[in-house]
């Protein structure tokens, strides 16, 4: 059976873009060729090209035999002539088949199994067409084709025997190309068994994980390890060497934030860390090349590193003429948002909004102000506008340089964390309120001129600021209502209950109706919401929870139908002897216990120490006594007792396992 | 070793062989090659075009007083159009390196993704930083819209960063030691030009007179756009273009003045291209009826 190899040979792909375009060629592929089986489908690709190998495919793909239904014998002979004309046959040809109805005719038919040279080349063309690339151009006509870069070559082989097809005007073959200035200059012919070879002895290594390790072998111990940055690498080259080169210690005076940003973001440069942990002034670039004999690629590099370094120097040397504390008034010239005007304004509003925070959460107020009156003023720094990464860092060294506290200084640079769910959050509590004030601050604002994020789409990364702002809540246990700083923005308190939810799931791991149950309650601070959460799922394996858990479904249910929407505590002169009575004694002797309870896991413990009396209430007591008075009051005993403890949580949500196996 | 001028005329000689028309720069004031006419127009409708040009380059901000080695009030960027694209673009481009003495088997060359937008202009595209042992020397681009109008004959831009080319040719760190001809340095030539125009620049150029030749200029080329009929091939679209040209500079001159406020700014942006965008549109229906009338 033939091995089937593609490969798109394409200008350079962005490398970010590549992992995900081979999954979704992949899926598409197997999408539309499973009639053809195969032992293995294996993708992998370079910045030049797109490669998918299929081993062992079927070369025909297996008949497929169908029955086609007609209409039942009863139906008259009619409709049996319409049908058989409509297959283009004679009724006496028809078969004949029983089912639950009755008899009727059927054709049975028997649909040859395509060749795979043929199916291949007519579906490739759409299916390369439709791979999906974050951005994209044409270059054939405005009309034509769209990929990511312009197709110049397509290799596809069933084995040595090309399979035939156009895409944007490049017809297939069996010609690939080798690396830019290594390989050959002419295009090499292949077969899928000697495609990886003639490409390797072409300076292109197709496999990404082969790139990896060789770069990996070639870095060194001293080398911090930086995952994206290789992988970065691994898509930017045919044929990856390191290649290490230094810079003038003197440049190890600026901050290490800033070589580090210099050479990672700018330049891709790895940078070499001394057994302490200080810079070494070092770095590894990673070439496109089998190596650099006579070191002119190290002294290029130096080259352009050194009037990076001088840049950054003289940025932080021309950035001091200027406190930021006197740059404040600068920013109303940086545009925060076009429709929310300048970050003049956001300073105000987050500096107020910060100090409310801190008053909240008792941290050190004159700090915080400290730290929101100047936190932006970065921006205006030339180390910023040309190091965009380091906004805030670059604020918080310059405040140390300038003589600001300590506090002050850690809570500027820290005010952009947490960047992602793996980020750490803002070490000090100043830190952490000037994050959550910033983020808040940009939330509001956006959310008030409808800029909601919808799907994928969220240009202004509100998801990652909530994200942030519940994460610092989470972790810190700040004593903040979140609720109260959100509510009067339309769907902002929703947005964030919906973070605290994915927090509260995808990273602290709780069931999704012991969540639904906490979040239904009212929301207060999100430590205590995780407390809650921790209560339920710790309590749930007790053998009385699920059951009041399900009785709660049913108060719920009987407070409904009943239309109660609020209710007095229960007359207790009217309750009858017997379980309504007990009932009743006992839920106030737990409310009692429950509100001196130290922890949620105790009030927990107390609540379903309630299940035998409601068991038994609801097993001899009718709530709806045909006497008006007792039945309201018998609901007022229910309502007390769903009122009481849905603080904590609504109870009903919680799947039981009864539930769970209907 | 290759003095400046040795370099740029390599290049046009390259270029030139492959076809090219070798042009002038351009002689009102522009912040990119991109914005001469032999690109920003020829770039539109069906007539396929080659062209490479020097263009200096003004950027008012960019200025440093002639102190930072690497950066520039004017630098001077070579400007290759090719129109349609060639197959082997990159292959050719990768020639006009080896033709100006760029051994590609001693170094390390990298397409780095790049893609260009500029709003005045109503134009866009997709393309690569060119890295050569970790420097930028090119910017390609693959143009995708221009005046606000999809290309169809798509063009490849090339923009060559001379200064910094010749720098690492002649292994030097300043530009301002760049030898660009014998016994004449870039700092012989440039330096007091940047001088004295980061000075004007940043200090001394008048905000209020500037506005108002801002507003002037808009109004020659609103009121020419607003006399436009298609039939006549005399109108003088390309003197609207030149006051295009004109605000886009003294748009450039008030913001490095400080003097463009953060409500302003998108406004202003919106103003030119709405000119550059009306030019281009009245070019096409000038210059090619024919396809105007089949679209």
């Given amino acids: ?662 | 070793m290759d003095f400046f001028q040795d370099t740029i005329l390599k290049l046009k000689q390259y270029w030139a062989s492959r076809g090219a028309v070798i042009q002038e720069p351009y002689d009102v004031e522009v912040g990119a090659g991109t914005m001469a006419p032999e690109t920003f127009l020829r770039v539109l409708g069906p007539k396929p075009y080659k062209v490479a040009y020097v263009q200096p380059s003004r950027r008012p901000a960019d200025g440093r007083y002639g102190e930072n080695p690497n950066r520039l009030y004017k630098h001077q960027q070579l400007q290759v159009i090719l129109k349609p694209t060639p197959d082997d673009v990159l292959e050719q481009y990768l020639g006009s390196l080896t033709a100006i003495g760029i051994d590609l088997r001693k170094h390390d060359i990298k397409f780095e993704e790049d893609n260009w937008e500029a709003p005045t202009l109503g134009a866009w595209g997709i393309g690569w930083q060119v890295m050569l042992d970790g420097l930028e020397i090119t910017q390609f681009t693959y143009f995708q819209q221009c005046g606000g109008i999809d290309l169809d004959l798509v063009p490849a831009e090339i923009t060559y960063g001379l200064e910094r080319i010749v720098a690492f040719l002649q292994n030097v760190d300043s530009v301002y030691d760049i030898e660009w001809a014998p016994g004449v340095k870039y700092a012989d030539v440039r330096l007091a030009d940047e001088e004295q125009f980061s000075v004007y620049n940043f200090e001394l150029a008048n905000v209020d007179r500037l506005w108002r030749l801002f507003s002037e200029h808009e109004a020659e080329c609103a009121e020419l756009l607003k006399e436009f009929t298609p039939e006549s091939q005399r109108f003088p679209l390309l003197a609207a273009y030149d006051q295009v040209l004109k605000c886009s500079h003294l748009f450039n001159l008030l913001d490095a003045r400080g003097a463009i406020s953060v409500t302003e700014r998108v406004g202003i942006i919106a103003r030119i291209r709405k000119l550059a965008v009306g030019v281009a549109e009245a070019w096409c229906a000038q210059q090619f009826p024919a396809e105007e009338a089949a679209a």
């Fill in chain 1, 1 to 662: 059976m033939p091995d089937f190899l593609l490969e798109i040979g394409t200008e350079e792909i962005p490398d970010w873009m590549i992992e995900p375009a081979l999954e979704d060629l992949r899926s598409r592929y197997q999408a539309a060729f499973s009639a053809f089986g195969g032992s293995a489908l294996m993708v992998d690709a370079t910045p030049r090209r797109l490669v998918l190998l299929a081993k062992d495919i079927l070369e025909q793909a297996s008949d497929v035999q169908s029955v086609i239904p007609g209409p039942y014998i009863s139906a008259g002979p009619k409709a049996a002539e319409g049908f058989a004309r409509k297959q283009g046959t004679t009724v006496d040809r028809l078969a004949k088949l029983c089912d639950a109805k009755g008899e009727r005719f059927v054709v049975h038919q028997l649909t040859k199994g395509q060749e795979a040279a043929a199916a291949l080349g007519e579906k490739l063309p759409e299916i390369i067409a439709g791979i999906h690339f974050p951005k994209t151009m044409c270059w054939t006509g405005k009309d034509g084709v769209r990929f990511i870069r312009p197709i110049r070559w397509i290799v596809a082989l069933l084995d040595e025997k090309a399979v035939k097809f156009e895409v944007a005007g490049v017809k297939s073959g069996n010609l690939t190309r080798g690396h830019r200035i290594l390989g050959s200059k002419n295009p090499i012919p292949v077969t899928a068994a000697n495609y990886i070879e003639r490409l390797r002895e072409n300076f292109v290594i197709v496999n990404a994980e082969e790139r990896k390790r060789r770069i990996e072998g070639a870095l060194g111990a001293d080398v911090q390890r930086d995952d994206e940055l290789l992988r970065t690498l691994v898509y930017l080259t045919e044929f990856p060497t390191p290649i290490r080169g230094s810079f003038d210690p003197s440049y190890l005076e600026l901050p290490k934030e800033i070589l580090s940003t210099v050479m990672r973001h700018h330049q891709r440069y790895f940078s070499v860390v001394n057994s302490d942990g200080t810079l070494a002034p070092q770095f590894v670039a990673v070439t496109n090349t089998d190596g650099d004999p006579d070191g002119l690629i190290r002294q290029g590099n130096e080259r352009v590193l050194r009037a990076r370094f001088n840049d950054a120097r003289f940025f932080w040397q021309v950035d001091q003429q200027r406190k930021l504390s006197e740059r404040v008034a600068d920013l109303a010239k940086v545009t925060f948002h076009v429709k929310l005007g300048s970050y003049a304004a956001k300073n105000n509003r987050v500096w107020m909004l910060a100090e409310e925070l801190a008053k909240a959460v008792g941290a050190d107020a004159a700090s915080v102000q400290r730290a929101a009156e100047i936190c932006k003023a970065d921006l205006t720094t030339d180390m910023v506008k040309e190091f965009t990464d380091l906004q805030g860092i670059v604020g918080g060294l310059y405040a140390k340089a300038q003589g600001e506290s300590e506090a002050v200084a850690t809570a500027i640079y820290d005010h952009y964390k947490p960047l992602s769910m793996e980020d750490s959050i803002p070490r000090t509590p100043e830190g952490q309120i000037l994050s959550i004030a910033d983020k808040i601050d940009t939330l509001r604002e956006c959310f008030q001129i409808g800029l909601i994020p919808t799907g994928s789409k969220d240009p202004f990364a509100l998801r990652r600021a909530a994200q942030g702002v519940v994460k610092i809540l989470f972790e810190a246990r700040l004593p903040v209502e979140l609720a109260i700083y959100v509510q009067e923005y339309a769907g902002l308190a929703e947005f964030m209950k919906e973070r605290a939810q994915f927090y509260l799931r995808d990273v602290l791991g709780y069931a999704y109706d012991e969540v639904n149950a906490v979040l239904a309650a009212p929301l207060g601070t999100l430590a205590d919401l995780a407390d809650r959460a921790e209560a339920i799922h710790y309590v749930r394996p007790t053998g009385d929870f699920e059951p009041l858990a399900a009785s709660f479904k049913r108060i719920k249910n009987i407070l409904r139908q009943a239309q109660v929407e609020q209710a007095p505590l229960p007359d207790a002169k009217r309750l009858a002897p017997g379980p309504e009575e007990d009932l009743y004694t006992a839920f106030m002797r737990v409310r009692t216990e429950a509100g001196e309870a130290g922890s949620y896991r105790d009030k927990l413990a107390l609540i379903a120490s309630l299940r035998p009396q409601v068991d038994l209430f609801f097993d001899k007591i009718l709530v709806n006594d045909p006497n008006p008075a007792i039945r309201q009051n018998r609901l007022a005993l229910l309502y007390s007792l769903l009122a009481e403890f849905s603080s904590i949580a609504d109870f009903s949500e919680i799947v039981t396992s009864q539930e769970k196996t209907v």
